[in-house]
């Protein structure tokens, strides 16, 4: 159910991109991305800890839509789902999905806009069905010959979910080198600074997060890229007394990438869908302040 859910969720793109594309698009329309990872979680908590390691799939899709020469409108879709459980089906019961815009004004030096994602995230908990998380903020890149240079700066937030973070402000900057048109190497740093939530007394929450990637695009006749990325996470939970939990993440995950068209991938980028999806599937967990 979890992978038929996820091509459901990325294939739609494909429609979305049809419909809603304008005969001025050119080429560079959109992707779609699927792929699959493997993660390993660190837990530390009051003198105890464990380690937490499962295989997950994932999916994601973004189209962009100009309304005119500089201004345009990107609509992003996209899923994540654990594969491995601890014996009773339910226990790693990671992943979400949401949906995510983005307006901005681009020209050839770089691009200026705000974004929103709204999904649902699970904690990994029995049973989760999993919670609403959302983030909104302002998003910038800028051209300079081979790199990109990109940020986001925003607020996220979640229901009431002992194991998700709420009122968070975040900050995230990336940049982007093209070795040539067909291999770019990807790199990001991020910080959020929030407060556990479902508590009367929430305790401060803050974390890191981190990512080196490297995609290749085989070319024209073949508009589709394999990549390789590397994420880590770093979380801690902190009251008066000091830090008391803390989770240590890492993910290693590989995929294809389809375009719309186009042999270039610095031009799909700066043409095309080439805002980044906030993570707000992964980023809000806060795992083991209360096991």
């Known amino acids: 159910m979890k992978v038929r859910a ?33 993660t390993w979680d660190d837990y530390e908590s ?21 309304y005119n020469d500089v201004v345009n409108l990107q609509l992003d879709v996209f899923s994540a789902a654990s594969m491995d459980n601890d014996g009773d089906g339910a ?36 049973e989760d069905e999993g919670h609403v998380v959302f983030a ?13 240079l990109r940020g986001q700066v925003g607020l996220l937030d979640s229901d009431d979910n002992a194991e998700l973070i709420q009122d968070a402000g975040f900050i995230d900057l990336g940049a982007d080198y093209y070795a040539s048109s067909k291999l770019k190497l990807s790199g990001s740093v991020g910080y959020m600074d929030g407060a556990t939530s479902g508590t009367d007394d929430p305790d401060d929450v803050t974390h890191w997060n981190w990512v080196l990637g490297a995609e290749y695009l085989f070319g024209k006749s073949v508009p589709v890229s394999t990549y390789l990325e590397y994420r880590g996470q770093s979380t801690e939970t902190s009251d008066n007394g000091g830090t008391y939990a803390e989770v240590d993440t890492h993910a290693v995950n590989v995929g294809v990438r389809f375009y719309f068209g186009g042999s270039d991938l610095q031009k799909a980028d700066r043409s095309g869908a080439g805002m980044t999806i906030q993570d707000i599937i992964t980023r809000p967990r806060n795992d083991g302040i209360s096991f």
Request: hydrophobic share 40%.
């Open 91 to 126: 226990e790693n019961n990671y992943g979400g999905s949401g949906l995510g815009v983005h307006l901005n004004y681009r020209d050839a030096q770089g691009a200026l806009g705000v974004f929103g994602t709204l999904g649902r995230a699970n904690d990994g908990g029995t």
């Open 46 to 66: 009051g003198g105890e800890g464990f380690d937490n390691n499962f295989s997950s799939i994932h999916g994601s899709g973004s189209v962009n839509v100009p």
């Open 136 to 148: 909104a903020g302002l998003e910038g890149q800028w051209f300079c010959n081979e790199w990109t």
């Open 6 to 38: 996820i091509a459901l969720t990325t294939s739609a793109l494909v429609a979305v991109a049809a419909l809603a594309a304008p005969a001025s698009a050119g080429d560079y329309v959109g992707k779609i991305n699927l792929g699959a990872g493997y």
